[in-house]
């Protein structure tokens, strides 16, 4: 699939430059950070997920100093 963008001057060139800087293509660069921002977000919604999921079961977390003195540490 293919798409375009309108980019301002100012946008073009700082998308450029940061291709230029990894050696990519204006289009990877475009296609590296969508994904990278998707995964981002995918994985805020499931670590949100979890810790809601962790106190609606009541767990507390435990200091780590009673941690280190059950290990003798």
Same mark, same amino acid.
């Given at each position: 699939? /293919?798409? =375009? &963008?309108?980019?301002?001057?100012?946008?073009?060139? +700082?998308? %450029?430059?940061? /291709?230029?800087?990894?050696?990519?293509?204006?289009?990877? /660069?475009?296609k590296? /950070? +969508?994904?990278?921002?998707? !995964? #981002?977000?995918y %994985? &805020?919604?499931?670590?949100?997920?979890?810790? #809601?999921?962790?106190?609606?079961?009541?767990?507390? =977390?435990?200091? &780590? !100093?009673?941690?280190?003195?059950? +290990? %003798?540490?």
């Amino acid at each position: 699939m /293919a798409f =375009s &963008i309108r980019l301002t001057d100012e946008e073009r060139k +700082l998308a %450029d430059s940061y /291709a230029k800087l990894h050696s990519i293509s204006i289009g990877e /660069a475009f296609k590296k /950070a +969508l994904f990278e921002k998707i !995964e #981002d977000e995918y %994985d &805020i919604a499931i670590a949100n997920e979890a810790y #809601d999921e962790y106190l609606k079961e009541g767990k507390k =977390s435990t200091p &780590i !100093e009673k941690l280190w003195k059950d +290990l %003798d540490l």
